[in-house]
């Protein structure tokens, strides 16, 4: 996990409420994702960013929006629209020519 | 979309055994990644192993790679109560958007002791 920071670790979101899931990174990795993992499943694809000022829609990208405004730091809103978003988001980032992904710790949302 | 599925879904053996799992994808791929998932944390890298390639170790780690069967397994040798985790395979996914991997739902192993 080292390198990369997701905050807070846990979060509660209320109806009709948005949300914004930190990720910071250190590792100067172009390539930041957002995954988010529902229990015993996978990972599905939220939002990718291969640079900055630059993202792109992943498998489950309605009710979610990003931004990537620093190399550093890709936070992952979780809008209104979204209605079952508790799961364990994880975000991860990626060199630039590098094939394996780097993960965060997580951040675990739950509705309220 | 899931590009690769794991198989079994669950795995429970006792220490010092061995431990396979199976990984099966859909489409061409340049290569496939395993990675571990302890509960509650984020992935961590295992292996990669390219699609030139029919078999690579790391450690106690053995994967394969058939892709005329678009298949793989991941094996660990000797297994340890601190293999207890869940395993996933990846694969890239490519298009004029940008590469992402994509993973599939998992194998959980449990050792005991």
């Known amino acids: 996990d080292g390198g990369i920071t997701q905050s807070p670790k846990y979060l509660f979101r209320k109806e009709g409420q948005n949300v914004t899931l930190s990720c910071e990174q250190n590792?100067?990795?172009?390539?930041m994702y957002w995954y988010r993992q529902d229990p015993g499943q996978g990972l599905r694809l939220i939002y990718y960013s291969q640079i900055v000022n630059d993202f792109q829609k992943g498998d489950i990208a309605e009710g979610y929006s990003v931004s990537r405004e620093k190399k550093e730091s890709f936070p992952l809103t979780v809008t209104s629209a979204q209605k079952n978003p508790t799961a364990f988001y994880l975000c991860?980032?990626?060199?630039?020519?590098?094939?394996?992904?780097?993960f965060g710790s997580g951040t675990q949302l739950s509705v309220l | 979309s899931q590009q690769g599925e794991e198989d079994p879904q669950a795995l429970s053996i006792q220490e010092g055994e061995n431990a396979t799992m199976n990984c099966s994808y859909k489409t061409s791929i340049n290569n496939l990644q395993w990675y571990r998932q302890n509960s509650g944390r984020g992935l961590v890298h295992l292996i990669l192993i390219r699609s030139n390639e029919r078999e690579k170790h790391s450690g106690r780690l053995r994967v394969t790679l058939d892709t005329s069967k678009k298949s793989s397994s991941l094996l660990i040798t000797a297994s340890r109560a601190a293999d207890t985790a869940s395993y996933f395979c990846a694969t890239r996914r490519s298009n004029q958007a940008g590469t992402a991997l994509i993973f599939g739902k998992g194998t959980t192993l449990s050792v005991s002791s």
């Open positions: 590792l100067n990795h172009d390539a």
């Open positions: 991860a980032t990626r060199d630039r020519g590098g094939e394996k992904l780097f």
